[in-house]
């Protein structure tokens, strides 16, 4: 399955630290995007970087692509307590044009 | 003025009995989306419609039924529920069906129990 997968499954951080999450695929995509959920929430979009980008930037969130290594990673500077939440990545197909989400990582940035 | 809103939030019910599950979303989008969250947080999309026409079909039982009456609003019925249907089911929007391109935007979900 082209299900993302994503690593670690769970990060527990202090407030102020940097928090990276990783996020791998298996086939060729066209944009990988990545979604945050907060517990017993709906997913919200926060940043999409399409295949022929490398870096990503958007207020604290930096998302970088490596598509010969079909790897992602998603960096939050400066966490927050706020930031506390589960991260997604979301990716498509480029033959097919299904959509798929990663396993998501928990986040806990503790005050 | 909820973007995507789905009824009801939860849903508990016995095994064997038909449900449905409401979405409607007031963002003008042309393509939604069902999508159901188990309890390890796996998100599989199970439909996607894009101006009413079904263009997703995961491998889904077909005791599940979208019906799309107008391009506002995914409803979700299940039939002759049973047990490992329990899950949290979201419903999403998306501006046009251009696959990843567009954000979604997600409703708040529905967590369905079934006993």
């Known amino acids: 399955s082209q299900q993302g997968e994503e690593d670690p499954q769970a990060l527990s951080i202090q407030e102020g630290e940097n928090a990276t999450m990783n996020c791998s695929y298996k086939?060729?995509?066209?944009?990988l995007q990545w979604y945050r959920q907060n517990s017993g929430r709906g997913l919200v979009h926060l940043i999409l970087?399409?295949?022929?980008?490398r870096e990503k930037h958007s207020g604290r969130l930096r998302v970088t692509l490596d598509t010969s290594k079909k790897s992602s990673s998603l960096l939050i500077t400066a966490s927050r307590a706020a930031d506390t939440a589960s991260y997604f990545c979301?990716?498509?197909?480029?033959?097919?044009?299904?959509?798929?989400f990663g396993t998501g990582t928990s986040l806990t940035v503790i005050p | 003025d909820t973007a995507v809103s789905q009824t009801p939030k939860y849903l508990v019910t016995q095994m064997g009995n038909d449900k449905s599950i409401k979405c409607e979303q007031n963002?003008?989008?042309?393509?939604m989306y069902w999508y159901k969250q188990d309890s390890k947080k796996f998100l599989k999309i199970m439909f996607s419609?894009?101006?009413?026409?079904?263009?997703i079909n995961e491998t889904v039982p077909n005791r599940f039924s979208p019906k799309s009456p107008d391009k506002a609003h995914l409803n979700l019925h299940i039939n002759s529920l049973e047990l490992g249907d329990s899950a949290v089911y979201f419903c999403?929007?998306?501006?046009?069906?251009?696959?990843?391109?567009?954000?979604?935007?997600f409703g708040p979900g529905t967590r369905l129990t079934v006993l």
């Open positions: 086939t060729s995509i066209n944009n």
């Open positions: 970087i399409r295949s022929n980008e």
């Open positions: 419609y894009n101006n009413k026409e079904l263009i």
């Open positions: 999403a929007s998306s501006q046009a069906w251009r696959g990843s391109t567009d954000t979604q935007y």
């Open positions: 979301a990716t498509d197909e480029v033959i097919g044009n299904q959509f798929y």
């Open positions: 963002l003008g989008h042309d393509t």
